[in-house]
């Protein structure tokens, strides 16, 4: 079965720095997605993203948050000054259509913030 | 907006045993997907089972399968035969089919722990 493919698989990085978490979707999928999951705690959705642009986003994707597709095969998540709450597993996914049935999960990228 | 519950924090079964997981819902939308995920200690994310809205048939894979009641907006899961391999964190997710929009979004619920006793 195709993967979505996350790197890196774990991430440490100092309060205030900058962090750009990669995925590689699906090759003939056309609709992107960001989730994270704090430890011990539910998978929230971050943003989804289509056609170039982002089409959804939830309060907790703020301006520290950006994302890019900056290439036909790359998407990526950035954190432009990471806080010790951002720590978390981030998680990309995909899909082939806006209401396909099925969503393919990345392995998670988990961020450690120290 | 949509809220997805899962009143089990944890639970346990006997391998070889059967287990029901549960989760409700609350919505007022009538076209929606439900989702059961699935994720080991590796943390992957994997799909279990999914349930049309409009479908009053119960879907069944496997080992696995739902007791979905859309009235009153009950969504369970049955492991029948449980494996130690089944052992993991079970998500209940919630995803709208409506509107014209072009995302994914779903809504997750807290999750249950399964641990599976040889």
């Known amino acids: 079965e195709p993967e979505v493919t996350q790197t890196p698989s774990h991430q440490v990085t100092q309060m205030g720095q900058e962090v750009i978490l990669r995925c590689v979707p699906i090759?003939?999928?056309?609709?992107f997605y960001w989730y994270r999951q704090i430890l011990g705690q539910k998978v929230e959705f971050l943003v989804s993203f289509y056609n170039n642009e982002i089409s959804e986003k939830s309060e907790i994707f703020d301006d520290q948050f950006s994302v890019e597709r900056p290439d036909g095969s790359n998407f990526t998540l950035k954190i432009r000054s990471t806080k010790l709450e951002d720590s978390a597993m981030y998680f990309c996914?995909?899909?082939?259509?806006?209401?396909?049935?099925?969503?393919?999960f990345g392995s998670g990228t988990q961020l450690s913030v120290l | 907006a949509q809220t997805v519950t899962q009143s089990q924090p944890e639970m346990s079964v006997q391998e070889a045993e059967t287990v029901t997981l549960s989760c409700t819902y609350d919505?007022?939308?009538?076209?929606?997907?439900l989702f059961w995920y699935k994720q080991p200690p590796s943390r992957q994310m994997i799909l279990v089972i999914r349930q049309e809205a409009y479908k009053q048939q119960n879907a069944t894979e496997n080992r696995f399968s739902v007791n979905f009641q859309k009235a009153a907006k009950s969504f369970s899961l049955k492991i029948s035969d449980s494996q130690l391999g089944d052992a993991a964190m079970y998500f209940c997710?919630?995803?709208?089919?409506?509107?014209?929009?072009?995302?994914?979004?779903?809504?997750f619920g807290k999750g249950t722990l399964l641990t599976v006793n040889p």
């Open positions: 090759s003939n999928h056309l609709y």
């Open positions: 996914a995909s899909s082939e259509r806006a209401k396909h049935e099925k969503l393919f």
């Open positions: 997710a919630y995803r709208s089919n409506q509107g014209g929009g072009s995302n994914y979004k779903l809504t």
């Open positions: 919505t007022s939308e009538s076209d929606y997907y």
